[in-house]
T-cell receptor, first 114, second 114 residues
C-alpha cells in the first residue's frame, strides 16, 4: 500500500510569508505527527493529531499550527516565516497513538526561507 | 542528497564487519525505544523497537540492547553492507508535559567502506 505522502517536496518562501504543508498518511492510520529536522537541532516534535484532535504539542511558537481532516489527512501551517524556519518538515503516521507504536515517515517537505 | 546533520558523530566500518551504534537516553521513565535509519534525501525508516521489559531484541541482521541501569541503548548491525550507510537515530517514549511523545536522539552517521 502507498506510504506517507507529503507535498510539496520543496518550496522557497520569503520572511513574513506563510506556508501550508500537506500530509496524507498510510491508509487506515489515524495518527499523524509532524517533526522539524534541522542540522543543528535534529528531529524536533511539533504536534500530533489523532482522530482530528491535537493530542500533543511540542515546544514551538504559536506560528506553527496544524489540523487533521476526517480522512486523516493533515496540514501544518507556519505563519510569519523566519529564516530559522528553514528546515525539513517530516510527517509521520501510525496506526495507534504515536508514542505507542511504529512511526512511518514521509520523505519530507524541504522549506527554505529567504 | 541533503545533509541531515553537518556535525554528527560518525562511525566508519569496513563492509562485512559488525557495527555498534550507541545511544544514551535521558528519561528513566521511558518505556519504549525505537531505532530509525535515515538515508540521504529520505525520511527516517523504522528498524527495530524494544520495550523496557526486555534487555535484547533481534531482527534481521540487527540487534537492539537496552541497559536501563545506565540508560543506554545500542544497535548492532551484523555483516554491515554499503546499503547500511545512513544516519541512525534512537527515539524514546517519554512523558513530556503530562503527555507521551517520542523524543529523538541527535543521530549517528554510519559510513560503510567497501
Amino acid at each position: 500500500k502507498a506510504g506517507v505522502t507529503q507535498t510539496p517536496r520543496y518550496l522557497i518562501k520569503t520572511r513574513g510569508q506563510q506556508v501550508t504543508l500537506s500530509c496524507s498518511p498510510i491508509s487506515g492510520h489515524r495518527s499523524v505527527s509532524w517533526y522539524q529536522q534541522t542540522p543543528g537541532q535534529g528531529l524536533q516534535f511539533l504536534f500530533e493529531y489523532f482522530s482530528e484532535t491535537q493530542r500533543n504539542k511540542g515546544n514551538f511558537p504559536g506560528r506553527f499550527s496544524g489540523r487533521q481532516f476526517s480522512n486523516s489527512r493533515s496540514e501544518m501551517n507556519v505563519s510569519t516565516l523566519e529564516l530559522g524556519d528553514s528546515a525539513l518538515y517530516l510527517c509521520a503516521s501510525s496506526l495507534v497513538r504515536t508514542a505507542n507504536g511504529e512511526l512511518f515517515f514521509g520523505e519530507g517537505s524541504r522549506l527554505t526561507v529567504l | 542528497g541533503e545533509s541531515v546533520g553537518l556535525h554528527l558523530p560518525t562511525l566508519s566500518v569496513q563492509e562485512g564487519d559488525n557495527s555498534i551504534i550507541n545511544c544514551a537516553y535521558s528519561n528513566s521513565a521511558s518505556d519504549y525505544f525505537i531505532w530509525y535509519k535515515q538515508e540521504s534525501g529520505k525520511g527516517p525508516q523504522f528498524i527495530i523497537d524494544i520495550r523496557s521489559n526486555m534487555d535484547k531484541r533481534q531482527g534481521q541482521r540487527v540487534t537492539v540492547l537496552l541497559n536501563k541501569t545506565v540508560k543506554h541503548l545500542s544497535l548492532q548491525i551484523a555483516a554491515t553492507q554499503p546499503g547500511d550507510s545512513a544516519v541512525y537515530f534512537c527515539a524514546e517514549n517519554t512523558m513530556d508535559t503530562g503527555r507521551r511523545a517520542l523524543t529523538f536522539g541527535s543521530g549517528t552517521r554510519l559510513q560503510v567502506q567497501p
